[in-house]
């Protein structure tokens, strides 16, 4: 209190700030709820705070099956028919799907206003309870909803059946994976998988959720979050595969980054975070080498491409972008860093066997993309694209180059795969190459990708 008297005098008689200083102790004291810090909620104070845990837990019940039930009046408040209702209530307790018309029927009781109601759902949001997804990704009863929450507390624990097809236990060819994970020698803090389930919407563009794990998508790039018991304790793996190497340490340092936030709330609680070896990953070594996680607040030290390998492998080396997290502000040796994991995986593979079609995946263009210099555009309006299309490439990616051409690589091979071979797109991606003068390129690839030059008479 003596410091709370200190602080009033020093204010000189400031209205407002005397204001905010009693609101921020009644706050302290439990009279009232108030989150200051919080942009949406600074304007709203709950001076109620024991409705407010009531209101919660009209959604947070395990009993909400036999408990809310269909009344018809609260329906017709609720612009909820008989049927619309058992459908919405079927998709929360089954998908965690929350709509809008769901949320305003359980809360009627405590007569709130729109207003009110959604200042409730960003007190939600705020404390990663739920997060709002877009109606395409729910359930079809979504569509008739304007609003749609989804909570990860309510989910099936049967893995999707479309998960073995998407994530294959074998990394695929040309395909990078990168991990961490976190070990709890007991279980993981209360609701601290549902929470970090609820911040990776911030992420990723698509989703498919249950009990213990979720699959998202964010464009050509997959993460996959699983939480699972090992010995007497629990472990959360995260995993990344993809092409595109800024994407997939975006994806890695954001996950760490909100973990890292999430367990403060928690500052007791013991466990060990690691970051798994790529190079045990891709030879398929059953207990990987681990690295400390730590490693992840750091960034690749420029003009270092190789390291040495983890000591089960010290003779070998492995890219530096493949432990450290590549610098976002530091474009200038990105092509380099592509060059070294394309020779990487190189060696670890025999590409002779995945023949050309190797050089048309989303990581052998964006080798080639890494070769290619001011010419790129030239090359790409050869192969069809055209110059509104290139410039738009450009807008999407500022400052990235290599992305830049990628992107335009992977349209030509998209937009043209669907009525022609891999050999006649690999013929028109040599021959637009020669005509910019970069024989060197094309020789390159084949060497790389162990390609017959008889199989292409090229002038």
Known sequence: MNSMNKS????????????????????????????????????????????????????????????????????????????????????????????LEMLHYCLLHFQLSVEARDMFIDLMLKFDLCYEVPKFAGAPSTFASSRVLKFPWFLSTEEPKSLGAEWPEKIPADIIEISFKLQFPTSTPPNFFEKTSARLQN?????????????????????????ESVDSG???????RGS??????????????????????????????????THCRFTGVEEPYLYPAEILQHVCPRKVYRLQCCPDYKDATIPACLVYPLDPDFQDDIGEHIKTVKEFLQSLEDTVDSGRAAP????????????????????????????????????????????????????????????????????????????????????????????????????
């Open 244 to 277: 595109d190497l800024q994407e997939i340490w975006y994806l890695i340092t954001s996950c760490h980054t909100d973990m890292m936030v999430l367990l403060q709330e928690w500052p007791f609680v013991h466990y060990e975070q690691y970051l798994v070896c």
């Open 360 to 459: 048309l995946t989303d990581f052998g263009l964006s080798y080639v993309a890494a070769r290619l210099g001011v010419e790129w555009t030239l090359v790409t309006l050869s192969l069809g694209l055209t110059q509104p299309e290139i410039e738009q490439i450009q807008l999407d990616n500022p400052y990235q180059v290599v992305k830049q051409i990628t992107m335009a690589l992977i349209r030509w091979r998209d937009r043209q795969r669907i009525s022609q071979s891999e050999d006649r797109l690999l013929r028109e991606l040599f021959e637009a190459l020669l005509e910019q003068g970069r024989r060197d390129l094309v020789e390159d690839i084949q060497m790389k990708y162990g390609i017959d030059e008889g199989l292409f008479i090229l002038v």
């Open 8 to 99: 009033m005098i020093s204010l000189e008689g400031s209205a407002v700030s005397s204001l905010e200083l009693v609101l921020k102790y009644l706050h302290m004291t439990g009279e009232i709820v108030w989150y200051y810090e919080n942009p949406k909620l600074k304007n709203i104070i709950f001076h109620r705070p024991d409705t407010l845990v009531e209101m919660l837990r009209a959604i947070f019940r395990h009993d909400f099956d036999k408990h809310v039930v269909y009344n018809e009046t609260y329906g017709k408040l609720a612009s909820l028919t008989s049927k619309k209702f058992e459908m919405m209530k079927e998709d929360f307790l089954t998908k965690g799907l929350m709509m």
């Open 203 to 227: 992420h990723i563009l698509q989703r498919e959720d249950w009990k213990n794990g979720v699959l998202g998508y964010r464009n050509r790039t997959k993460i996959l979050v699983c939480r």
């Open 234 to 240: 629990t472990d959360v793996n995260v995993a990344v």
